[in-house]
Nanobody, 122 residues
Framework: QVQLVESGGGLVQAGSSLTLSCTASGGTFSSYAMGWFRQAPGKEQVFVAAISGSGSSSYYEDSVKGRFTISRDNAKNTMYLQMNSVQPEDTAVYYC???????????????WGQGTQVTVSS
């Protein structure tokens, strides 16, 4: 069983940057694809970004391409989401995810963190 803990959320102004972190325990971190989903108020959870176990491949939802960067440090069991040029529409609860499958991590991951709130003011 994999446990995921997010950190780094908060209130920021539009155009600024923010970095989310996710620390994993309970499994072999490098064997898992990792990713992020987000859920805006009143909306469904949607895929944001994912990264393969080795870190060699990454995937992004179209609206965050060029602004967000996903990365991981397998020695620290930690994944990051660097968010640049954030906009009010990025306001959401961001969930860290893990899955054995790099395909399934983008659809319905097996493991979820509790979420961290990101609020972007205009």
């Amino acid at each position: 069983q994999v446990q995921l803990v997010e950190s780094g959320g908060g209130l920021v102004q539009a155009g600024s940057s923010l970095t989310l972190s996710c620390t994993a325990s309970g499994g072999t971190f490098s064997s898992y694809a990792m990713g992020w989903f987000r859920q805006a108020p009143g909306k469904e959870q949607v895929f944001v970004a994912a990264i393969s176990g080795s870190g060699s491949s990454s995937y992004y939802e179209d609206s965050v391409k060029g602004r967000f960067t996903i990365s991981r440090d397998n020695a620290k069991n930690t994944m990051y989401l660097q968010m640049n040029s954030v906009q009010p529409e990025d306001t959401a609860v961001y969930y860290c995810n893990a899955d054995n499958s790099v395909r399934k991590i983008r659809v319905r991951p097996d493991y979820w963190g509790q979420g961290t709130q990101v609020t972007v003011s205009s």
